[in-house]
């Protein structure tokens, strides 16, 4: 990652220019990111270049919970009722550095973040709310585990823990 940056959302970022491709996605950055931040309700994690402060990739996360009869597998649940959670709420990157194998490394970026967070504060899950068939493809590449029809996935923090040390 030698050619990004990855910081913390702050008012030197230059959103106006960011065009994931997804519409909702864009507009959540722009008009939502900064108030989720300043409210505690989420942490918005942005990529730029090393130099420069446009934004060309984000990714928010937000502490949740996860009732253990949602869950695909009881095993994710690890015996709790309420299962203390992180939410990869939004993920994305700027058309331009799509299809380059960005997506996977902006995914261990999040990834990262949540397993330290996990380290310091406890969790046991990292959930995900895919976009769509698409979306949910692309996690589902990377361990998540899907609920049929459903558009959450999955994935145990000691197998994020895991997919960072390989």
């Known amino acids: 990652m030698n050619e990004w940056r990855s910081v913390r959302l702050g008012d030197e970022h230059r959103l106006d220019a960011f065009d994931s491709g997804r519409p909702v996605l864009d507009r959540w950055l722009r008009d939502h990111a900064r108030r989720a931040d300043v409210a505690g309700t989420a942490r918005t994690v942005v990529w730029t270049r090393t130099v420069g402060a446009d934004v060309v990739g984000y990714f928010s996360i937000a502490p949740t919970q996860v009732l253990r009869e949602s869950l695909p597998s009881k ?84 197998t994020a823990r895991a997919a960072l040390a390989a």
């Open 75 to 158: 095993r994710l649940a690890g015996g709790f009722t309420v299962v203390p959670a992180f939410l990869i709420g939004r993920l994305a990157l700027d058309v331009s550095l799509h299809r380059k194998g960005l997506g996977s490394e902006i995914l261990l970026d999040a990834l990262q973040r949540v397993v330290d967070a996990a380290d310091r504060s406890g969790g046991r899950l990292v959930v995900v709310d895919a976009l769509d068939a698409q979306a949910r493809a692309f996690y589902r590449r990377h361990d998540f585990v899907g609920i049929d029809g459903s558009d959450r996935l999955f994935m145990k923090i000691a």
